[in-house]
Structure formats: structure tokens, C-alpha cells
């Protein structure tokens, strides 16, 4: 069976949130799929994984609305089911902010194609406004990588950005992984007097499947199961390494220390050494999850995607 992953996102008044998540989680009810879903007053922003007729037919379901009729969804092949379970939920803010920006603020989109020229006239402030553990396994070649830990940081950012370059004469081209999270931040950057932003549309997923990994390295972190993937299907050098070995490596785990829970990088042979914990105390810990080798890491990223008390930045989902 072969099993496809949508992103998706919109900005657009829905009235009634809360009817739309039910309205959902019916059309969901019995099917092979699994999702994350947000709802909000401001929009929906999405992923979902399922088999091709389930994802066809929920592509069409949303079209017929016509809040959602011109809806971009991305779509790209998986091995299998990618999130959790079915969550859709209602959030008071798609992307939670401390910071209020309004997306019709935003900077001007740009295509893949157009996006590529861009790089290569070299004129541009590349930036990358993904957190950190995001960048560190893959990013544009050139880019500026800020050291945000969380999206609540960025609004800071934007302002010692600012007050370090001319934000009238910087050109600024900014990028995330699926777009929404650009939406957002372009408008903030704008209010802070950054007069040319461009946003890469539909973010790297769609880069990748458009340009391949031109320009690009490493992998890109992703928010399900996988947590990295080969932005064109090619598999591609590490540009991380162990945090134990130094080795170069990009494979993601979440400690299996549930009290810890750290993100760590690790190679095969010390993930087998440190039975999956980010250090040696931790192997020592009370509540340790079952380190299972044939597992892969993917009892622990399960982990790091339902129960950590963060939040991830690019679909309000916990992580
Ligand atoms: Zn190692
Ligand atoms: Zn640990």
C-alpha cells in the first residue's frame, strides 16, 4: 500500500471554528488516515497522511468549500502513516504568537523557480527563520541562521536584524518549511521597516519538489514521524554530526529518558551505546523507554511529537 502526506495552510475568516473541526473529525471517522489539523478564526493550517483515495477524496471535500476552493496542497509519497492518530483541533491563533501580524502584511511570494534566480544573484539576505534544531540538519547554502529556539524568539530577532542592517536597502529573502510560518514573519519584518521581503512559496517542501536540492544542504526537519527527509527523494551527505562521536550524521532521537526528552543527534553505533539517551546519566534514569534497536528511532520521536511541552512553530502542534 503506498500512503501519500498533504501540508496545506490558509489564511481566511472561518466563523465558526469549532463546526468546522467536527465536520472533520466526521469525514475522517473510519478511514485509514491520521492528521494534524488546526482550525482558528484566521484559517486552517494542516497535514495528513493517508492512502491515495482518502487523500483524493479529502482534497476534493475541501475544495468544495469555497473558503478552501483554491487551497495549495503539497503532496508527496511516505512509507506509511506519518502522524499519531486523527487530531484536529481548534487554536485561538494558527501560529501562536506573542506578537500580533497580519499575512496580507506579508512579503511578496516567490516561486521555486524564481526563488533559485534570486540565490544566485547573490544580492540577497538569505534567512532562514526556522528554530535551530531545524537548520542544523539542512539549509540553503549561504543562508543566515538565527539561533531561535522557538518562534517566540523571532520577534526580537526581527529587531536586532533591523537595527544591524539598513532594513530600507536589505533585501531580504526568507524561507521555512511549508510558508506559513513566512506569512507571518514577512509582516513582521515589514512593521520594522524591512521595505523588499520575499517569501519562498510553499516553503522548502515545495522547493524541493520543484528545483530538487539545487542550492541546498542536508535534510529538511520535518514535524511527523519522519523528522527529516531528502527535500527531492535523493538521499543526501549529512551536514550534522553525533553529539556523542562527532560523526557526520542527521538522524533525530528523542531521549529515551522520558524525564529528559532532549533532541539530540546521534549516530547508529552510539544510539546502541547510550540505548537512545542524549548522555550517560540518562541511561541511569527511572523512567527510561525501552531502547528496541530494529525500532529506529521512532518510538522516541513519537515521543518528542505528542507529549514535550513546547510547541512547534510551523503547526502549533506540541513538540
Ligand atoms: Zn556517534
Ligand atoms: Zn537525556
Known sequence: MKYFALAYYKFTPIEDPKIEVRKHKIFFEGRDVTTRIYLSEEGINGQMSGQMADVESYMAWMKEDPRFADMVFKIHEVPENVFPRVTVKYRPQLVALNEKADPTEGGQHVSPGEWKEMIESGEYLLLDVRNDYEWEIGHFEGATLPPLKNFREFPEYAQKLSEEVDPSKT???MYCTGGIRCELYSAMLKKRGFESVYQLDGGVINYGQKEGNKHWRGKLFVFDDRLAVDIDGEESEPIATCCHCKLPCDTYYNCANMDCNNLFISCPSCTEVYKGCCDHPCTEAPRLRPYER????????????????ATCSECTCKI
Open 294 to 309: 530494529l525500532g529506529g528511532n521512532k518510538p522516541f520521536r513519537k515521543k518528542h511529537l505528542v507529549d514535550s511541552q
Open 171 to 173: 533585501k531580504v529573502m
